[in-house]
């Protein structure tokens, strides 16, 4: 691109010094206006970093950051020795191509939501597909544990040792460190967290099918995104978790409900195969069900014969209080139809943000791209972090005393609903997990137990609310993970309080 070129382009990007957008947000927008206008086509090639940056009078990094978001959103392509061109496909295409024939060009936005003003906003259908979801029923949980399912122990955590890994990193990261991280993750936790897959839980990978996320929700989403088109089936178990099925949604798929027994997950019966299974196998979520060794083959077998992917979620499996450990159903599996993922919200605290999805190795160039453009890399820090309470033993150290600490809080809640709710609560004893689930009597309303208890600071989620379909028998779901076995006692005997009207 020679210099007239070079000037047509800054022309186009008029910069405002009185606009409250970054310079390189206003470089970016202006650029994909550009791009989707059509006066910069696909092919083009645009000037080098140094050159715009020149005539646009601003630093060369705030132009590169500019491109650096426009190549993660798919509108520039850059070429090593080349230099950067707009994209021959352009992200606007890949989602119109998405789309059933009959509904490219026109989409009805049955969804509407209020603005400000007054006026009615429409939504996509991949918002009014979510929005038929709920996904939570805790606006602000974390004033409350009692007994809040899926929160690991805070109250034993080694903060300290924490502490002090971090501040050493901080003190040692080389300011390089600071720019933006490998979209699969930091290498050296790709290999903890592969080394511990592989000995903890019986995974069979390597280090560079290993993929850091920020959770299992992002491994949902992605995984959706990948390899789902709108009207795929997808069969999930009932219940089963609400972000899993929410993530199904979002993509467009037709979420079908199927039923667990004894063995876990029940094969599905339909003519049609599903393109793919979303399931819990090591300890179900949320009725805490381990899957039978013949169920597993049995499951394995078939979604090789027809075709499907099995999404699975190992949310809370380190955690197993009894008996020899049940390894990962990937560990299993001969044809490369499992995904895997997993995360350390349950094993250390969910504010690390932290997960890992193990893929087949034909699927991670498709995945590592579209996390790319949503989301480009996991903070690189919190990752060296981790690494070292990894490698350093601390990270087993805590698995093993946590074992030993939700198992004797498991007793002490079990003791405590025999002691004062016996009549009302059915608990169900666990061998793993962070939870139980206490049943009620049949024709009680959980929703309404669980909303009185709400009234009286305790958390209790009704197990009807992860459910696609009516129950026999409601319930309740009781983490007794986070909390001291003193306040598990004072706790029930105020459920048993507060409840009396229910009994």
Same mark, same amino acid.
């Given at each position: 691109?020679?210099?007239?070129?070079?000037?047509?382009?800054?022309?186009?990007?008029?910069?405002?010094?009185?606009? #409250?957008?970054?310079?390189?947000?206003?470089?970016?927008?202006?650029?994909?206006?550009?791009?989707?206008?059509?006066?910069?086509?696909?092919?083009?090639?645009?000037?080098?970093?140094?050159?715009?940056?020149?005539?646009?009078?601003?630093?060369?990094?705030?132009?590169?950051?500019?491109?650096?978001?426009?190549?993660?959103?798919?509108?520039?392509?850059?070429?090593?020795?080349?230099?950067?061109?707009?994209?021959?496909?352009?992200?606007?295409?890949?989602?119109?191509?998405?789309?059933?024939?009959?509904?490219?060009?026109?989409?009805?936005?049955?969804?509407?939501?209020?603005?400000?003003?007054?006026?009615?906003?429409?939504?996509?259908?991949?918002?009014?597909?979510?929005?038929?979801?709920?996904?939570?029923?805790?606006?602000?949980?974390?004033?409350?544990?009692?007994?809040?399912?899926?929160?690991?122990?805070?109250?034993?955590?080694?903060?300290?040792?924490?502490?002090?890994?971090?501040?050493?990193?901080?003190?040692?990261?080389?300011?390089?460190?600071?720019?933006?991280?490998?979209?699969?993750?930091?290498?050296?936790?790709?290999?903890?967290?592969?080394?511990?897959?592989?000995?903890?839980?019986?995974?069979?990978?390597?280090? #560079?099918?290993?993929?850091?996320?920020?959770?299992?929700?992002?491994?949902?989403?992605?995984?959706?995104?990948?390899?789902?088109?709108?009207?795929?089936?997808?069969?999930?178990?009932?219940?089963?978790?609400?972000?899993?099925?929410?993530?199904?949604?979002?993509?467009?798929?037709?979420?079908?409900?199927?039923?667990?027994?004894?063995?876990?997950?029940?094969?599905?019966?339909?003519?049609?195969?599903?393109?793919?299974?979303?399931?819990?196998?090591?300890?179900?979520?949320?009725?805490?069900?381990?899957?039978?060794?013949?169920?597993?083959?049995?499951?394995?077998?078939?979604?090789?014969?027809?075709?499907?992917?099995?999404?699975?979620?190992?949310?809370?499996?380190?955690?197993?209080?009894?008996?020899?450990?049940?390894?990962?159903?990937?560990?299993?599996?001969?044809?490369?139809?499992?995904?895997?993922?997993?995360?350390?919200?349950?094993?250390?605290?969910?504010?690390?943000?932290?997960?890992?999805?193990?893929?087949? #190795?034909?699927?991670?160039?498709?995945?590592?791209?579209?996390?790319?453009?949503?989301?480009?890399?996991?903070?690189?820090?919190?990752?060296?972090?981790?690494?070292?309470?990894?490698?350093?033993?601390?990270?087993?150290?805590?698995?093993?005393?946590?074992?030993?600490?939700?198992?004797?809080?498991?007793?002490?809640?079990?003791?405590?609903?025999?002691?004062?709710?016996?009549?009302?609560?059915?608990?169900?004893?666990?061998?793993?997990?962070?939870?139980?689930?206490?049943?009620?009597?049949?024709?009680?309303?959980?929703?309404?137990?669980?909303?009185?208890?709400?009234?009286?600071?305790?958390?209790?989620?009704?197990?009807?609310?992860?459910?696609?379909?009516?129950?026999?028998?409601?319930?309740?779901?009781?983490?007794?993970?986070?909390?001291?076995?003193?306040?598990?006692?004072?706790?029930?005997?105020?459920?048993?309080?507060?409840?009396?009207?229910?009994?």
């Amino acid at each position: 691109m020679d210099r007239t070129e070079v000037s047509f382009v800054s022309r186009f990007v008029g910069l405002d010094p009185s606009d #409250s957008r970054p310079l390189y947000t206003q470089i970016c927008d202006e650029l994909r206006e550009g791009i989707k206008e059509g006066v910069f086509p696909p092919g083009t090639r645009l000037p080098s970093t140094r050159r715009l940056a020149d005539a646009l009078e601003v630093s060369r990094n705030t132009v590169m950051e500019a491109f650096d978001e426009l190549c993660s959103e798919g509108y520039l392509a850059s070429q090593v020795g080349s230099g950067t061109y707009v994209a021959e496909s352009l992200p606007e295409q890949h989602m119109q191509a998405q789309l059933p024939a009959s509904d490219a060009h026109s989409s009805s936005h049955s969804l509407q939501v209020p603005s400000p003003d007054g006026t009615a906003i429409s939504l996509s259908e991949r918002a009014e597909a979510v929005a038929g979801h709920s996904l939570s029923l805790l606006d602000d949980p974390v004033h409350q544990t009692a007994f809040h399912p899926g929160i690991p122990a805070f109250d034993a955590f080694p903060i300290e040792t924490w502490a002090t890994l971090a501040s050493r990193r901080w003190r040692t990261v080389p300011t390089d460190r600071l720019e933006y991280g490998n979209p699969t993750g930091y290498p050296p936790l790709r290999e903890q967290v592969a080394e511990h897959l592989r000995t903890a839980r019986g995974v069979r990978c390597e280090a #560079s099918q290993v993929i850091i996320l920020s959770g299992t929700q992002q491994a949902f989403s992605l995984v959706a995104r990948v390899l789902l088109d709108p009207g795929d089936p997808v069969c999930m178990e009932d219940p089963g978790f609400p972000q899993m099925r929410g993530a199904f949604a979002a993509a467009g798929a037709q979420v079908r409900p199927v039923a667990v027994d004894q063995n876990g997950f029940v094969l599905p019966t339909d003519k049609e195969p599903p393109r793919m299974l979303g399931i819990t196998p090591s300890h179900q979520y949320p009725l805490g069900i381990t899957m039978s060794p013949s169920r597993r083959r049995e499951l394995l077998d078939w979604s090789t014969a027809h075709d499907v992917w099995i999404l699975e979620n190992d949310y809370d499996g380190e955690y197993r209080y009894s008996g020899r450990p049940i390894a990962a159903l990937q560990g299993m599996d001969n044809s490369g139809r499992v995904l895997y993922t997993g995360t350390f919200s349950k094993v250390l605290f969910p504010d690390l943000r932290l997960g890992y999805l193990v893929v087949p #190795s034909a699927l991670k160039e498709p995945i590592v791209k579209i996390r790319t453009v949503s989301d480009r890399s996991p903070p690189r820090v919190p990752q060296m972090i981790l690494t070292d309470f990894m490698d350093k033993g601390h990270f087993e150290k805590h698995i093993r005393e946590m074992r030993m600490l939700y198992a004797n809080r498991q007793a002490v809640l079990l003791e405590a609903l025999d002691e004062h709710l016996d009549d009302f609560i059915d608990p169900a004893p666990s061998n793993a997990g962070l939870h139980l689930v206490g049943y009620l009597p049949e024709g009680v309303d959980d929703r309404a137990v669980a909303d009185r208890l709400s009234d009286h600071g305790i958390i209790a989620l009704p197990l009807s609310f992860y459910s696609m379909r009516p129950l026999d028998r409601g319930g309740l779901l009781l983490g007794y993970a986070p909390v001291p076995k003193d306040e598990i006692q004072t706790k029930v005997r105020l459920m048993a309080n507060v409840l009396e009207p229910f009994v």
